[in-house]
């Protein structure tokens, strides 16, 4: 079966450091969704992209965080500089999303197994 | 802004009960609803995907209905096994914006 793999599964880190954790989505996949999820906030959207192009980053501090996607099978997200309160579960998801006018459908989204961060 | 909820946060039953968790929304103008598992330490599985032009979906011993109207969902799961143990979160994309807004989950525990 089709995965998204994210990497590393675990990290931890001193504060300050600058922290990157990569997705690689479902090939075919046209949207890439990048949340977070703490037992306070829960399941939080930080970003997405579609076609590669970001769609919506509000959910991002943008002043530490930033998401990219290089190419189709390689999206990243990056904290510089790091902080405690940013230890969380990062998960990647993949999609498929079809736009035309008011008209919208999507494909259930497939989630990766997360990148397990702590910031010392 | 749209809202999610789940309730009971977390339900315990003993095996081959069927049950029924809710999911609700504030707002209704929703372009369709998904119900996800997650085991931990592991991502989310979606289970059923509802389109807001239907009113249910059926996987296995899975169903899942919507009223959107009323901005409610259930998911019931017939003759539960320990192996159903997980959370179960719901997810809406509110109709504009094109982005899933999570619940908070329903923790199931199902006793051998």
């Known amino acids: 079966d089709a995965r998204v793999t994210q990497t590393p599964r675990h990290k931890v880190t001193e504060m300050g450091q600058e922290v990157t954790m990569r997705c690689q989505p479902i090939?075919?996949?046209?949207?890439v969704f990048w949340y977070r999820q703490t037992m306070m906030q829960g399941l939080e959207l930080l970003a997405y992209?579609?076609?590669?192009?970001?769609?919506?980053d509000s959910g991002m501090p943008k002043d530490r965080f930033s998401a990219e996607m290089p190419d189709a099978t390689l999206a990243t997200l990056k904290i510089q500089p790091s902080e405690p309160r940013d230890s969380a579960v990062y998960f990647c998801a993949s999609g498929s999303l079809f736009l035309s006018g008011t008209e919208y459908s999507n494909q259930p989204q497939h989630f990766g197994d997360g990148t397990r961060l702590s910031i010392l | 802004k749209q809202e999610v909820t789940q309730i009971p946060a977390a339900l315990s039953v003993p095996e081959g009960e069927n049950l029924v968790l809710n999911c609700s929304f504030t707002d209704s103008a929703i372009y369709n609803l998904q119900w996800f598992r997650q085991d931990p330490g592991k991502g989310l599985t979606s289970l059923l995907l509802i389109q807001s032009s239907q009113r249910e979906q059926t996987s296995g011993r899975l169903n899942a209905s919507l009223d959107k109207s009323s901005g409610r969902s259930t998911l019931y799961i017939a003759a539960s096994q320990p192996g159903d143990s997980a959370t179960y979160l719901c997810a809406v994309i509110t109709s504009g914006t094109y982005k899933y807004i999570f619940g908070t989950g329903t923790r199931l525990k199902v006793l051998a």
């Open positions: 090939l075919g996949h046209n949207t």
């Open positions: 992209f579609r076609n590669r192009a970001p769609l919506d």
